[in-house]
């Protein structure tokens, strides 16, 4: 079942203005800790803005964050202020490209400003997404979505409303696939494992259901077959230990049943022992669900069509 959040509720009234919904998230949630834990957050601030001139930020108190700033040319994202000498830019790039002299416009204008102590900051998903500026990497700080993921989450904070909303937008970054997970070196033992549960699969159905109309089907979530275009068969990436068998093609069962491979110890088992069990409920489960018998379980949010 997908997770409810905050953040990725609200997201969901500004589904065309999603940069500037991340940019406000994302100043609401510093605002927040820099009132509930400052140390912290004065430590998280300093690293997005990088080395400045002068100083780092000093104080919580005298730090103020606004969004959207309109300046003589172009309005940055976020704006930094610290007492009277300390000004910051930040341009935030979601899944759009930085425009042709944007962060030139603003680096001209930080240095025309009354400010000693100033830095322009980028923020993007990955260090590509610099190759249209013409300003050299020491004229700007660039720092990137899965850095302030980690920082967030090794941030040592015990105030109970600061560690919700960091958790609710952490798991929003995840959404937005703003930080990726490891690809591990159980890859690619783990894709010929799928590879043979589906050859597995295909076969238990021929054995128990000789007379089936048997059709592969694949997709981003899912891995199974159509049986008679009326039943699938087959397991979904979100729940990867379960195998199931439904009507309706896996659209809105109004019937299936389903196999836990965790409780059955599946992975303990022989290769013979795995091939018998998968038949044994490919034949019981075409029964149950034909007669809609089968208990109907929470939808996933990806179907098999």
């Known amino acids: 079942m997908k997770q409810v959040n905050i953040f ?3 997201s969901s009234y500004g589904a065309t203005e999603s940069e500037n919904y991340l940019t406000e998230s994302f100043v609401f949630l510093l605002k927040l800790l820099l009132q509930r834990a400052p140390d912290t957050t004065l430590t998280i601030l300093n690293r997005l803005v990088g080395s400045l001139p002068l100083h780092g930020l000093t104080c919580p108190e005298a730090i103020f964050i606004n969004t959207q700033l309109k300046l003589e040319q172009g309005r940055p994202d976020i704006q930094i ?3 009277d000498d300390t000004l910051i830019y930040i341009e935030i790039k979601h899944d759009a490209p930085i425009s042709q002299g944007q962060l030139e416009c603003y680096h001209t204008q930080l240095c025309q400003s009354n400010y000693r102590n100033t830095q322009l900051v980028l923020l993007t998903r990955s260090r590509a997404s610099a190759s249209e500026t013409t300003l050299a990497p020491h004229e700007y700080h660039h720092v990137c979505w899965y850095e302030i993921y980690n920082w967030l989450a090794g941030a040592d904070i015990d105030d109970e409303v600061s560690q919700y909303f960091i958790h609710d937008f952490l798991y929003f970054l ?6 990726l997970q490891k690809v591990s070196w159980e890859y690619t ?8 549960l589906s050859t597995m699969m295909e076969v238990a159905v021929k054995e128990a259901l000789p007379k089936a109309i048997l059709k592969r089907s694949a997709g981003w979530s899912w891995r199974g077959f159509y049986l008679d275009n009326t039943f699938f068969f087959g397991i979904r990436y979100e729940h990867p230990l379960t195998i199931a068998f439904e009507n309706n093609m896996g659209n809105n069962p109004t019937a299936k049943s389903e196999l836990d491979l965790e409780k059955a110890h599946f992975l303990a088992l022989t290769k013979d022992e795995q091939f018998e069990l998968i038949s044994k409920f490919v034949e019981q489960a075409n029964k149950e669900v034909t007669k809609g018998n ?3 379980g929470p939808q996933l949010n990806d ?3």
């Open 294 to 296: 089968a208990t109907v």
């Open 189 to 196: 033992p783990g894709i010929v494992s799928l590879l043979n």
């Open 303 to 305: 179907t098999a069509a």
């Open 174 to 179: 995840e959404e937005k696939n703003m930080n």
């Open 81 to 83: 202020r610290e007492f």
């Open 8 to 10: 990725s509720a609200l």
